[in-house]
């Protein structure tokens, strides 16, 4: 089972976070590409999400990609299914199936849905897209690990406008009661959904407060900065309480003229467009 490279080999961390850049970038470009093939997608949040991926699966999480059932697997729900081709990227990227597949994105009857499901996608832990249901089911696997004292890790990533469903308050209630400090939910805090600024809709805030209150610990980081998600999600053990990250992204990261844009919450780009972002992200 592949471990967490700076957790357990004391590794050079300049020498991983290079790494987890230059994964992240191709997974931007995957993702770019996939949504530009398949004329549908959701470029803006998996943008904003590549660099949490790419952190948790190849500085953090314990797994082997040539056994995805493997008991002892760290676990990732991805909550905001609409993420899939940066999820389908990570997961190619990591070893779990062939890079090729990323090409039949959501064609008919690829196993690539628009939404992941974990009957054809090796890797994917759980079928998401109704959003609000991740952290439910990731606090349910996270009990069972308690329960059989099992080891191991389940990580979440959710959307910020995403938590304005209840049953994610339900789901964190439940969490600290219960001291899951086996869980880390990572929330992908680009400020946007679907339409609108969140703050606009139905605000979240005061977000680490909220968890704080049902008793969580809470951390601030930038969510494009891969030094600061491990030292996030390595945390020790015997905290006794789930660990919630608030990761400040940017929706559309990496690409000039999709960054904070809400209009790239959906959409596919141009062949001019694609071009220039395929550009600008071989030079980051």
Same mark, same amino acid.
């Given at each position: 089972?592949?471990?967490?490279?700076?957790?357990?080999?004391?590794?050079?961390?300049?020498?991983?976070?290079?790494?987890?850049?230059?994964?992240?970038?191709?997974?931007?470009?995957?993702?770019?590409?996939?949504?530009?093939?398949?004329?549908?997608?959701?470029?803006?949040?998996?943008?904003?999400?590549?660099?949490?991926?790419?952190?948790?699966?190849?500085?953090?999480?314990?797994?082997?990609?040539?056994?995805?059932?493997?008991?002892?697997?760290?676990?990732?729900?991805?909550?905001?299914?609409?993420?899939?081709?940066?999820?389908?990227?990570?997961?190619?990227?990591?070893?779990?199936?062939?890079?090729?597949?990323?090409?039949?994105?959501?064609?008919?009857?690829?196993?690539?849905?628009?939404?992941?499901?974990?009957?054809?996608?090796?890797?994917?832990?759980?079928?998401?897209?109704?959003?609000?249901?991740?952290?439910?089911?990731?606090?349910?696997?996270?009990?069972?690990?308690?329960?059989?004292?099992?080891?191991?890790?389940?990580?979440?990533?959710?959307?910020?406008?995403?938590?304005?469903?209840?049953?994610?308050?339900?789901?964190?209630?439940?969490?600290?009661?219960?001291?899951?400090?086996?869980?880390?939910?990572?929330?992908?805090?680009?400020?946007? %959904? %679907?339409?609108?600024?969140?703050?606009?809709?139905?605000?979240?805030?005061?977000?680490?407060?909220?968890?704080?209150?049902?008793?969580?610990?809470?951390?601030?980081?930038?969510?494009?900065?891969?030094?600061?998600?491990?030292?996030?999600?390595?945390?020790?053990?015997?905290?006794?309480?789930?660990?919630?990250?608030?990761?400040?992204?940017?929706?559309?990261?990496?690409?000039?003229?999709?960054?904070?844009?809400?209009?790239?919450?959906?959409?596919?780009?141009?062949?001019?467009?694609?071009?220039?972002?395929?550009?600008?992200?071989?030079?980051?």
């Amino acid at each position: 089972m592949t471990s967490s490279p700076w957790k357990s080999t004391g590794s050079d961390r300049t020498a991983i976070v290079t790494k987890i850049r230059d994964k992240a970038r191709a997974i931007r470009m995957h993702s770019l590409n996939m949504v530009y093939a398949a004329r549908l997608g959701h470029p803006g949040g998996d943008l904003s999400a590549t660099d949490i991926l790419a952190t948790l699966y190849f500085g953090v999480m314990r797994f082997d990609p040539k056994a995805p059932h493997d008991p002892g697997r760290d676990r990732l729900v991805l909550s905001k299914g609409h993420a899939s081709g940066a999820l389908y990227a990570t997961l190619a990227e990591a070893g779990f199936f062939p890079v090729d597949w990323l090409s039949t994105y959501m064609k008919p009857k690829s196993l690539l849905n628009g939404h992941p499901n974990r009957n054809y996608v090796p890797g994917v832990e759980a079928n998401t897209g109704p959003l609000g249901h991740g952290l439910p089911i990731a606090v349910g696997i996270a009990i069972a690990s308690q329960i059989d004292h099992a080891g191991y890790r389940v990580f979440v990533i959710t959307g910020d406008g995403e938590l304005q469903e209840g049953s994610n308050w339900e789901a964190a209630m439940a969490a600290g009661h219960r001291k899951l400090d086996n869980l880390a939910l990572i929330i992908d805090r680009n400020t946007l %959904q %679907q339409g609108a600024r969140v703050a606009e809709t139905n605000d979240v805030e005061p977000l680490g407060d909220k968890f704080r209150a049902f008793g969580w610990e809470v951390v601030d980081i930038d969510g494009h900065d891969p030094s600061a998600l491990i030292d996030a999600l390595t945390w020790p053990g015997g905290r006794a309480k789930p660990l919630c990250v608030i990761a400040h992204t940017i929706k559309g990261k990496g690409v000039s003229y999709m960054e904070d844009q809400v209009s790239w919450h959906h959409g596919v780009p141009t062949k001019a467009q694609l071009d220039q972002a395929m550009k600008e992200l071989s030079l980051t």
